[in-house]
């Protein structure tokens, strides 16, 4: 069977737009969410947001930056949940988020008992929690 040009253009894009919006589906279906302390994500979302609740607010913040954008911020290790509605009331994300620390950048120091965890971008300095 050939295909002439045109159609072998609409089916390739047609076939991007369906891989591109099951990748849309596929990351707002996965069930955890993790953020760093004192880091924000940016979560975009297809249709538009109308209410956001976080479990916790002490672990997590979340804040409306537009209509289908929100902003996740870490702020105290432990783990909560998130909940977004649509317009209708219907859970656009119903997930659990995970705060921890960074660890590309830190440095954990251990005196018997106690533990210390420091954060080195640029300088160590002890994190609090």
Do not use: W
């Not at 894009?13 to 990351?27: D, E, N, P």
């Not at 929100?70 to 909940?83: A, E, F, I, Q, R």
């Not at 921890?100 to 533990?115: G, H, I, L, P, T």
């Amino acid at each position: 069977m050939k295909l002439t040009l045109f159609k072998q253009i609409a089916l390739s894009s047609a076939i991007t737009l369906l891989a591109s919006s099951t990748l849309i589906t596929a990351a707002h279906s996965s069930e955890l969410l993790r953020v760093f302390m004192n880091h924000a994500r940016i979560l975009k979302f297809e249709q538009p947001v109308s209410s956001v609740i976080v479990g916790n607010s002490e672990v997590a913040d979340i804040t409306v930056s537009d209509p289908t954008t929100v902003v996740l911020t870490g702020k105290s290790y432990g783990s909560t949940n998130l909940v977004i509605l649509n317009d209708e009331g219907e859970a656009i994300v119903d997930k659990r988020i995970v705060v921890s620390v960074d660890e590309e950048n830190s440095v954990r120091v251990f005196r018997q008992v106690d533990r210390s965890v420091l954060s080195c971008a640029p300088i160590c300095e002890q994190q609090t929690n």
